[in-house]
């Protein structure tokens, strides 16, 4: 029998949905970038966001992670309301993200990096910072141990004292991620990790991933172009083009959809 | 009638800050950076017309003069000081700049002295009387000079191959090189008519004030940038709407007694609260960092 | 956690220096043998090591650009020297006058510094910076044109005196505390929080950090010091002038900290030490005119320098040729090798 109050954040297999989208739409001047976008998923899935080139991919993070506010629609994280927050404020409440052209604190350490990404995890106020209470000590002591761990699982540990921009680009990526799982978060949004990777550097990243998701039981979304790695890693995918969904639902399937095809390669 | 004659002085006074507005902006616009030194172009271009003066003793002559001059300056600062920074951070870009405009400034202190010179060949006085209204010849002029110059800049950018490479320079400065624009050649002259424009300005301001310093170009300059902001930084007609709007605030202010002596604060206020509202002035665009 | 020597040594080899300068011309002073202008000389170093250390942290570390300062510290000096000049008829002119009047000049320069910070949330780089610019003027102005029972109008305002003797005492306690709160302010979470506003505003963000409180926040302290900065110069004259405060005194205090190396606190204290000594030796060795000899070459390094740090084509010259590796020599170099493994908190330089 349906049961008519269904729990909106509860899948149909009885899985919590992490992050509800329910449509949501953006316009610029008259071009409407996102229309109608729609997204349930499900604690611990791997999700992909895939389409062409200009299909607003990146706006719907950017939607997410409070860049841009929606013009309507609204999204959920674990049932809460997230629509129309602040970018810091979405990022204490559970959802991190990369960017698509590396965006990491250049003059910063490695370690530094991530220590900024811990952020109000340790408590320490700007007052015990300044005159340098005994809390300070403590504090700057735990967060260059919680970075080490960190930089531990991503294989960076030996470049924790170099500067982040000299870092060679396959590891500003891990880096970028590194610093994005410092937040703690519910949710990671991957904006084309693997853009510029070869193909090894890919293979490692696909290991990664699997490994964050196994180790921290972590929900991804995730953007690429790689279709070696959608198909590779991806649970669900969405499909994206000029701005609407053009399909979605089990990996296998969406690739296999004609519609999908015929926006990829053309008729 | 005050107010109607306050409001013909400001839109004279205004006609030289767009005119100067309009060189910061259209470098702003086009080689992205603050050039903090322009004001002090108007300066070397006032000591240029104190020396063609003393030698040859015709105000135009000295204002073509100080125009060739200012041309070469600019472009020469363009080569030396900022072509070297070009894809360096704005922060150090802006400093050089004003590493310049003192390096100007002080130039001209040592070679002319810091006592002022007086270009009475330059004033023009007298006036028209309409009623109990009087306007000044050299307000006119500057009225005229700038209408000439807005109409001619205007159609110069709009119609010229040069000025529509300006436009691709300032839209995306590496498309236009790879659509083969010269971006180095398109910047150097936009300094050049920029400086030129500088030049004019200097004419224009000691036709009404024949006093010489050198310092006389910084006060204006700095209050012609905040026109070119207020306005709409890299849009020309918003260095004209900025030029007027700030002269024509600046002339009231100090036709109120009680608020003449805070002019120079009523302007500064009001490029805050124009940037407040707008945090890229009147016509500015908008521009989004890209995420 | 444990640090090397060299650590200790970079760290905490500034307040010695200074700490061993305080007590040495302490000991002058008291014996008599200091000269006044001697003693004139150290306080304005101080003023300027202040100034330079304080706007350090906006420009160097917040990464937002401030032509205004001279602008904080003139609300600093008039105010707190209007309000010792109240309280030198109760309290005479001794320390406590002093520290109060320091105390009201540093917070309403402070406030100054918070309604500042505010256009600082919405506007970014140039127009930051003709804003604070205009923000200077406005103080300045307002200052001028007050009615001159409030401030003495053009004349200036007459402050009162402190044991010259002591006042560098003073002043150098003030260098102390100024340098203490952004040293220790910058090697935290919250100067990681600010540098990485400075890197990546965007990245700052959705990491997590709140960018409005922490530009405030620089702000207001930085603003905060030129004020107490401006209390003590009000202290240094018989009456203080709206004029001397200027934006280009913002820019001679930008001049030291773009000197000393953009992010580089002891840097700032360096460069501000030594234009401040040339200042003053200068004004008595060239007369007139010729004064201006010296912004010409402080001009011209500026530009130079600017020029030579940051030139995208001169990278590779940089690379072969590091400026600071050629000055200080192999011992410096060494030590960078070393003190780069306790970098957590002492990585603020470069």
């Known amino acids: 029998m349906a049961d008519l109050k269904k729990n909106p954040f509860v899948a149909e297999d ?27 998923i499900r604690r611990g899935e791997l999700y992909g966001l895939i389409g062409p080139n200009g299909a607003g991919k990146t706006t719907v993070f950017n939607l997410l992670t409070g860049v841009y506010k929606p013009t309507s629609g ?85 470049y924790a004292d170099h500067l982040a921009q000299n870092l060679p680009y396959g590891k500003q990526r891990k880096l970028e ?61 969405t499909v994206l083009n000029f701005g609407t969904e053009l399909a979605k639902g089990d990996t296998a399937s969406v690739l296999n959809d004609p519609n999908v095809i015929k926006a990829y390669i053309g008729e | 009638m005050d107010f109607l004659s306050a409001l013909i002085n400001g839109l004279s006074s205004g006609g030289t800050y767009a005119i100067i507005a309009l060189g910061y902006t259209m470098v702003y616009g086009i080689a992205k950076m603050l050039n903090f ?6 300066m070397v271009g006032g000591y240029t017309m104190f020396l063609t003066l003393m030698a040859l003793g015709h105000p135009l002559v000295a204002l073509a003069a100080a125009t060739v001059f200012c041309v070469i300056l600019g472009v020469t600062i363009e080569r030396l000081a900022y072509r070297p920074l070009r894809g360096a951070s704005p922060l150090a870009v802006l400093i050089t700049a004003i590493g310049v405009s003192f390096l100007l ?16 060949q330059l004033q023009i006085s007298g006036g028209i009387t309409l009623g109990a209204l009087s306007i000044d010849y050299s307000t006119l002029l500057t009225l005229a000079v700038t209408a000439v110059v807005m109409v001619v800049l205007s159609l110069f950018v709009k119609y010229s191959k040069t000025g529509r490479a300006m436009v691709a320079v300032s839209e995306d400065r590496d498309a236009a090189l790879l659509m083969g624009v010269n971006t180095n050649a398109i910047i150097a002259i936009t300094f050049a008519i920029g400086s030129a424009l500088a030049a004019i300005a200097g004419y224009l301001m000691l036709c009404k004030a024949p006093s010489l310093s050198n310092t006389m170009g910084a006060m204006p300059g700095i209050k012609a940038f905040t026109a070119a902001v207020i306005g709409g930084i890299g849009s020309i007609p918003g260095a004209m709407l900025g030029g007027i709007l700030l002269g024509v605030v600046e002339s009231i202010s100090y036709s109120v007694p009680a608020l003449a002596p805070f002019t120079d604060a009523v302007e500064f206020s009001i490029l805050i609260l124009v940037l407040l509202v707008r945090p890229s002035g009147i016509l500015g665009k908008m521009r989004r960092e890209k995420v | 956690m444990r640090h090397s020597k060299s650590f200790y040594i970079k760290n905490y080899l500034n307040y010695a220096i200074i700490l061993v300068v305080l007590i040495v011309f302490t000991v002058l002073s008291l014996t008599g043998s200091a000269k006044l202008s001697t003693l004139l000389l150290l306080e304005k170093i101080a003023i300027s090591v202040i100034l330079s250390v304080s706007l350090c ?49 540093g917070f309403i320069a402070a406030l100054f510094g918070v309604i500042i910070g505010l256009p600082a949330l ?37 402050t009162p005196k402190f044991n010259s003797k002591y ?27 600010i540098a990485s506003i400075r890197d990546n505003e965007i990245a700052a963000r959705a990491s997590g950090v709140d960018v409005t409180k922490y530009k405030l926040f620089v702000f207001t302290v930085s603003a905060f010091f030129a004020g107490i900065a401006g209390v003590l110069y009000s202290y240094t004259q018989t009456r203080v002038q709206s004029v001397n405060f200027d934006y280009n005194y913002s820019i001679e205090i930008l001049v030291m900290v773009v000197l000393g190396g953009l992010g580089s606190i002891n840097g700032s204290i360096i460069a501000a030490v030594l234009i401040t000594f040339l200042d003053v030796e200068l004004q008595t060795l060239l007369p007139g005119d010729l004064a201006v000899l010296q912004d010409l070459f402080y001009a011209l390094i500026l530009i130079v320098i600017v020029i030579y740090k940051n030139a995208p084509g001169l990278k590779s010259f940089r690379e072969r040729y590091n400026l600071r590796k050629l000055l200080i020599g192999r011992f410096a170099a060494a030590a960078d090798a070393q003190s780069s493994t306790d970098s957590v908190s002492g990585k603020e330089e470069e």
């Open chain 2, 37 to 42: 030194a322009h004001g002090d172009v108007i």
């Open chain 2, 105 to 120: 400034q002080s130039l001209a202190q040592i070679i002319f002295g810091s006592s002022p010179k007086m270009l009475v």
């Open chain 1, 14 to 40: 009885g899985r919590e949905i992490v992050l509800k989208a329910d449509h949501l739409c953006i316009q610029f001047g008259g071009l409407k970038a996102v229309d109608d976008v729609n997204l349930s």
């Open chain 3, 57 to 105: 942290m906006v420009v160097g570390f917040l990464g937002e650009l401030s032509l205004g300062h001279a602008g904080f510290m003139c609300a600093g000096a008039f105010l707190g020297g209007k309000a010792s000049a109240l309280l030198e008829p109760v309290l005479g002119n001794g320390i406590l006058t002093l520290v109060i009047s320091m105390l009201v000049g």
């Open chain 1, 74 to 158: 609204r999204f959920f994280l674990c049932g809460k309301d997230l629509t129309g927050k602040a970018p810091a404020e979405i990022n204490r409440c559970g959802i991190a993200r990369t960017f698509q052209n590396i965006r990491l604190f250049g003059n910063l350490t490695v370690a530094e990096n991530v220590m900024v990404g811990l952020g109000n995890q340790i408590p320490c106020s700007l007052f015990e910072s300044m005159f340098r209470l005994p809390r300070h000590f403590k504090a700057e002591a735990e967060y260059r141990k919680k970075a080490m761990e960190l930089l531990e699982v991503f294989h960076l540990a030996e």
């Open chain 3, 122 to 158: 919405r506007l970014r780089g140039d127009y930051l910076a003709i804003v604070t610019l205009a923000f200077g003027e406005i103080i300045r102005s307002l200052v001028m044109n007050a009615p001159t029972s409030w401030f003495g109008g053009t004349l200036g305002l007459p």
């Open chain 3, 167 to 193: 006042l560098f005492i003073v002043a150098f306690l003030m260098v102390l505390a100024c340098l203490a709160v952004t040293q220790n302010l910058i090697r935290s979470k919250h100067g990681r929080a």
């Open chain 1, 177 to 237: 991620i590194a610093r994005a799982m410092a937040t703690n978060p519910t949710l990671l949004l991957l904006d084309e990790p693997a853009a510029g990777m070869n193909p090894n550097e890919t293979q490692e990243l696909m290991d990664v991933i699997s490994f964050i998701r196994q180790r921290f039981g972590i929900t991804i979304l995730l953007i690429e172009h790689d279709m070696r790695l959608v198909s590779g890693i991806c649970e669900q995918l």
